[in-house]
């Protein structure tokens, strides 16, 4: 069984950073790509980042130039660093992973959830 553990969420001012963080735990082989999305009330969830095993990253346009995923593999970690941040990046912002487990399957992993919210 796999979990994501999320942190770093909270509430900011307009321009202002914060610093996400989420932590794979449990019995698997590997974790293959990871990333994050968010959902705002009333909303899909979108996908805001991800990042492979070997570094290479995507991004949503809308957060293009301001945010920046990056990982540790040797800790199954997966962070993202939010600058100049709006009132519309409120949301909250859920970790994902496919991980490889004990089967050799690959399966998709959801965090909990962490609320940002940006005021004005």
């Known amino acids: 069984q796999v979990q994501l553990v999320e942190s770093g969420g909270g509430l900011v001012q307009a321009g202002g950073s914060l610093r996400l963080s989420c932590a794979a735990s449990?019995?698997?082989?590997?974790?293959?790509?990871m990333g994050w999305f968010r959902q705002a009330p009333g909303k899909q969830r979108d996908m805001v980042a991800a990042?492979?095993?070997?570094?290479?990253?995507s991004y949503a346009e809308s957060v293009k130039g301001r945010f920046t995923i990056s990982r540790d593999n040797a800790k199954n970690t997966v962070y993202l660093q939010m600058n100049s941040l709006k009132p519309e990046d409120t949301a909250v912002y859920y970790c994902?992973?496919?991980?490889?487990?004990?089967?050799?399957?690959?399966?998709?992993?959801w965090g909990q959830g962490t609320q940002v919210t940006v005021s004005s």
């Open positions: 994902n992973a496919d991980v490889v487990t004990t089967a050799w399957v690959v399966r998709g992993s």
């Open positions: 449990g019995s698997f082989l590997s974790v293959n790509a």
């Open positions: 990042i492979t095993s070997g570094g290479s990253t």
